[in-house]
């Protein structure tokens, strides 16, 4: 579900300067785009992400029908938490905090950069809200820029984010 708010801006720099997966990377042997998993495995960067997927148990849901909003954090995001944060994290005693997490980074229905602008808010798969704001140009999810938007899957929607978001 998305929040909207009353103006529309324009599109961030990354986006306009046409920053995104080709549609060739996307796309598998009989021209079909990817779901959310395989592109972010193709992808190469989200490799913490996807072992995070991985331990959660969340892979069959993340390629099911969604369509979904991913707001995907990079390797170097994931690096950028304090030291023995991911690894903690990975241990089976907290999966349910590691759903939690993913479950955060996730939006039901397919969320273009457009129509996020446009909102002020989108609830998710955890529960709780995030917050959508526009400053100088880039689209901030919470305290995360997105670096790169409206990479289309089969099954939703990746934008890539400069921060891992962490439910209250």
Avoid: C
Avoid at 7 to 32: E, I, P
Avoid at 109 to 116: L, P, Q, T, V, Y
């Amino acid at each position: 579900m998305i929040h909207k708010k009353m103006k529309t801006v324009g599109w961030m720099t990354a986006a306009a300067a046409g920053v995104l997966l080709s549609a060739a990377a996307q796309a598998d042997h009989h021209g079909m785009k990817k779901d959310i998993v395989d592109t972010a495995v193709e992808a190469g960067q989200f490799e913490t992400l996807v072992a995070a997927v991985q331990a959660a148990g969340l892979v069959e849901t993340l390629k099911g029908e969604g369509p979904f909003t991913v707001f995907a954090p990079t390797d170097e995001a994931f690096a950028a938490l304090p030291e023995g944060t991911v690894e903690s994290l990975l241990e089976e005693e907290n999966r349910d905090q590691l759903q939690s997490i993913l479950t955060y980074h996730v939006v039901s229905g397919k969320i273009m950069a457009e129509d996020a602008m446009a909102a002020d808010s989108a609830t998710t798969l955890q529960g709780q809200d995030l917050t959508i704001t526009t400053m100088d140009g880039s689209v901030m999810i919470d305290d995360a820029t997105v670096i790169q938007a409206d990479i289309e899957t089969s099954n939703g929607v990746i934008h890539v984010i400069d921060s891992v978001l962490m439910p209250e």
